[in-house]
């Protein structure tokens, strides 16, 4: 039973640039949420996507948006990237309502 | 805005040590959750606490959540290295597990 996978696992951009990250919910999981995870912090909820749709959003700008597929599967742009965005991305799964969240290993997030 | 406040932030302490990690908020959390996070993976769920007053227990973890659900304690009795690792509270102010608040967390190491 595969758990939640993201990918790349590190990418390194130029400040400015855009991104594109991707995650994969543990099987039956129906919601995915992201989080932003700054070196030496806990994490900060970014959104949560559940049938398609962001459901609920953190204080995050408008440079942050997602997308969440048909098949559950979600990802994560972030437009104009800032040096400040360096961070580890997380994603994390769950079955609306109904279950905590089970974390992917994250996609370390560097901006030069 | 909900908070989290962890404390402390670093504990450095010798295999069979106890130690006690407290997470402290102004405001009142339908349940608290502990994670336990290694370098380069993402955070693992140890417990959810729900009810105020309630006491868990993990082998050497016990895991408390105030009357008041504003705040909680982990407690680690005869700390082994293996232990080592950030320890991060997280609250969830709703029925959905999905948008949590965590605290900033505690980086044990527990040395030999």
């Known amino acids: 039973d595969a758990g939640v996978t993201q990918s790349p696992t590190h990418l390194i951009k130029t400040r400015g640039q855009q991104v594109t990250l991707r995650c994969s919910p543990k099987?039956?999981?129906?919601?995915v949420s992201w989080y932003q995870q700054a070196l030496g912090q806990g994490p900060q909820f970014i959104f949560q996507?559940?049938?398609?749709?962001?459901?609920q959003r953190g204080n995050f700008p408008d440079r942050f948006s997602g997308h969440q597929f048909p098949n559950y599967s979600s990802e994560l742009n972030v437009n104009a990237l800032l040096l400040g965005d360096s961070a580890l991305y997380l994603c994390?799964?769950?079955?609306?309502?109904?279950?905590?969240?089970?974390f992917g290993n994250g996609t370390r997030l560097t901006v030069t | 805005t909900q908070l989290l406040e962890q404390s402390p932030q670093f504990l450095s302490i010798q295999e069979g040590e106890n130690l006690t990690v407290y997470c402290n908020s102004s405001?009142?959390?339908?349940?608290l959750q502990w994670y336990r996070q290694e370098p380069g993976e993402g955070p693992v769920l140890l417990v959810t606490?729900?009810?105020?007053?309630e006491v868990k227990k993990l082998k050497r973890l016990t895991f408390q959540f105030g009357d008041a659900r504003k705040d909680s304690s982990l407690h680690i009795t005869a700390a082994q290295p293996g232990d080592t690792g950030l320890y991060l509270c997280?609250?969830?102010?709703?029925?959905?597990?999905?948008?949590?608040?965590f605290g900033q967390g505690t980086i044990l190491t527990v040395h030999p």
């Open positions: 996507y559940y049938e398609e749709e962001e459901r």
């Open positions: 994390a799964s769950s079955l609306a309502g109904s279950s905590p969240l089970h």
């Open positions: 405001s009142v959390f339908s349940s």
């Open positions: 997280a609250g969830a102010g709703g029925t959905s597990y999905g948008k949590l608040t």
């Open positions: 099987s039956g999981h129906d919601t």
């Open positions: 606490v729900v009810t105020g007053g």
